[in-house]
Structures are given as structure tokens and as C-alpha cells.
């Protein structure tokens, strides 16, 4: 079989190392890839938002699976696109249609998703520019720090922890009344603040059954010990240790289950990844987000712990028959460390030459921002998150060791990286 793969960071460097594993696949194409993927499949410069193009794409090369990395085209309403679409309806699309991706799409929905089908969250309410004072006399009645989210997508900045009620009340009006986040800020979700400790599980479902992946916790700040901006991800681990037996069986009992059924009681067909952010409030689990495909840098770690053939999988997600699937996990502990561009998450230079990958050691590196030198005889930073460095160990401290010693081996000019991935978790383990 023929996939075409839509993205081009270390997510789908990710997917495409595991899917060109597959037996089941011949070509494998990435759109549009990066240096990486290229090591398993052919990269093509296609516009993941540009659904025609997509169309004569997967016509002329016999493409039978298309999978998408990022919610944007599923937001955009890919998968809708290929069923309308008479020459396309029987091709696979792995990620949800349009209206189940509101769950990442809009915050709002997938609140009133949650309250609908009592799954725990943070206690919210949702506001719009002529209900502002409502929001300020909800502000009131929690205590800070205040959570205010843009309700649509804003490319990862547009949650807002605020300390004071000034400062709550001021972004609020920037938001609302000054499109701080344009149309994905028409309306806003205020949330209580949650405290506890974060962790993601991944769960793929064919609509009705699910499967759950490992767990995952990434680092979102820039800075050591959680300070700084936020990024698209520092770095992660998995599995999470206090995330043991009890906890995940009320996660699945109190969340992924009222999840599954939500989505068949509403009618929401769902083919795909479901990213489930967590809070453990003392023991107790409550949904921060949906997000409607994996994450990056989360799947740098959860994806080489999959064993199992990932296409028969994804199969089973398009045939209806996942539950008649096994699902194969390797118990070792993966971690991540991403290399980044000194100045991301904001302006960062690109085009610098990164020397070293060759005396890497027994881990695994997935590009994300990089490209190949005009006349290929170099590779080059091309974005903000550049590399992500993946080292497998029996214990955390193991994967973690191993990763950072090879992160020593690769340098390039204003490489950055976290020291401290990963670390708040060594006193869980055994080490
Ligand atoms: P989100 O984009 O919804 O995942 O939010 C980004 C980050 O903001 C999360 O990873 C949390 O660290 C934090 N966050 C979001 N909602 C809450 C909440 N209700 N309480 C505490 N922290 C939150
Ligand atoms: N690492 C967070 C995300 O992929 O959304």
C-alpha cells in the first residue's frame, strides 16, 4: 500500500521511522518532510491545505492511506474533503473529521464536550466581547492565578496563566475587545487553575473501541525548571511514573471511556489519535485538552515504544475493527531531549550547519527544523526546534544519560537545550 504522511517535524519523522517498518507499505510519501523522513519515504512539496492538490497527489501515485501529523488540516476539515469526494471516499484518512477536531479546535467545545459527558475539568466559563463583564465577575469568584484561553487555535500561545486580576482583566480586553489572537480569541474560556503535576495519555480509536499508548510528560518552557516562554516542547519521557496502575485506571474509567462513548453519543464519528492533557490533582485526573493528533515532541518518545506494526493498526482504526488488534509496547523508558535555535520560541536564525550526527550512539534522532545545503553536502538548521535526541533505558536515568551524552556529540551554531528533562521525575523511579 501507498501512504501519504502530511507534516514535517520530528512527529513525523517519528511515524514515517515506524511506518517504513511495516510490511504492509510500499511507498511511503512525507509532505513535506524534512532531512529525516527522507531516510524512509520521498518527500514532496505539497500544501497540506490545499485539498485539490492533495487530491491529484493521491490519484496519480495510488495512495490508499493518508495521515495527518497536524490538527490544522483536520481542523480544515480533511478528512471531510476526502469522504465528499467520490474519488476519495474509499482511500483511509487516520485523523478525525472536521467537527470532532473542534475538540482541539475550539476550547469552548470541547468544554461543554466534557460537562456534557461529566468528565473532570477545571470549572470554566465561556465569554464574548459583549459578556465581558460576566467573565470579570467570574474572574472574581476564583482565585488566581487565573486561566484565560483563546477559544480556537493560536499556534500553542493562546493559554494564559495570569497572577494578578489586573493583569486577567487587561488580557481579557486585549483578547476580546484588541484581537490580540485575532478570530481564534472571539470567544475565550476562563478556567479555574489547576494544580497538580502534567502528563499526557494517547489513545487511538476507531470510533468505538480504543486502544491506550504509553504515557507521555513533555517541557514546554524554554527555560530550566519550567521558567520562561512556552515552546512547542523541550523534551519528553515516557512512561510517567506516578502515573501507575491505579491512577491510569481512573483515567480510563473516568476519562477515556465517557470520552469514547461522549463522541458515539453525540453522534461524532472519530478515526485517529486522541491526545488527552492531564492534570493529577492529588490522585484525581482532570482533562486540560484535547488534542486531536499526537504530540511533538511526545511522539519522539511514545511512537519507538510502539512494537507492533503501526499500519495494521491504523488499519484496524479504518475498518472498524481495532478492538480485534494487539497493541505491543516496549517497556524500556524513552526520553527526549530537542535541540533548539538560541532565541526560539521567538526570532531565531536559520541556515547554520550542524556537524556531529554521525558519531550519535545508540539513540535515535529525529529532525524537525532542518534542511540539506543547496548542494547537499551539508545539513542545516531550518526552524526553531531542530533535532530531537531519543535514547531508550531500563531505568529514566539510563535513557536520560545516554540522550544528553549524545546531545554533546551534535553541535551547530546557538544550539540550546534543557539540562533538566526529565529530572523531576528521577525520585519516582528505582535509580
Ligand atoms: P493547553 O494549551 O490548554 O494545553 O494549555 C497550555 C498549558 O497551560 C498546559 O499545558 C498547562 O500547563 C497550562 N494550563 C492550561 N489549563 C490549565 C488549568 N486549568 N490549570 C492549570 N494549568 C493550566
Ligand atoms: N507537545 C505538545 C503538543 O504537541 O501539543
Known sequence: MNILLL????????????IKTSLKVDQLFIAHGNVGTKNYGINVALNPFNFDEIKRFVIANNIKMVIAGSEETLVKGIHDYFINDKELRNIVVIGPEKK???????????????????????????????????????????????????DGL??????????????????LSQILLHSKFGDAGCKVVIEEFLKGIELSVFVITDGVSYKILPTAKDYKRIGEGDTGLNTGGMGAISPVSFANEAFLEKVEKKIIIPTIKGLVDDQISYKGFIFIGLMNVNGEPYVIE??????????????????????????????????????????RFAATIMLVSSGYPEEYKKGKEISGLNNVKDCIVYHAGTIDSENNTAILTNGGRVLAVTAFGETLKEALDTAYCNVDKISFDGKYYRKDIGKDLLNYYDV
Do not use: W
Not at 466581547?129 to 476564583?142: A, M, R, V, Y
Not at 493560536?154 to 488580557?171: D, M, N, P, R, W
Not at 519507538?304 to 505491543?328: H, M
Open 100 to 150: 470532532a477536531a473542534m475538540l482541539e479546535g475550539s476550547k469552548d467545545f470541547a468544554k461543554s464536550f466534557m460537562n456534557r459527558h461529566n468528565i473532570p475539568t477545571a470549572k470554566h466559563k465561556t465569554i464574548y466581547p459583549e459578556s465581558l463583564q460576566n467573565g470579570l465577575e467570574f474572574l472574581k469568584s476564583l482565585t488566581p492565578p487565573y486561566v484565560i484561553k483563546a
Open 290 to 331: 484535547y488534542n486531536v493528533r499526537m504530540g511533538d515532541p511526545e511522539s519522539e518518545v511514545v511512537i519507538p515504544r510502539i512494537k507492533s506494526d503501526i499500519v495494521e493498526l491504523f488499519e484496524g482504526i479504518a475498518n472498524s475493527n481495532l478492538k480485534d488488534k494487539t497493541i505491543e509496547i516496549d517497556e
Open 7 to 18: 507534516g514535517s517535524g520530528g512527529r513525523e519523522h517519528a511515524f514515517a521511522r515506524k
Open 154 to 171: 493560536a499556534a500553542g500561545k493562546g493559554v494564559l496563566i495570569c497572577k494578578t486580576f489586573e493583569e486577567a482583566e487587561s488580557e
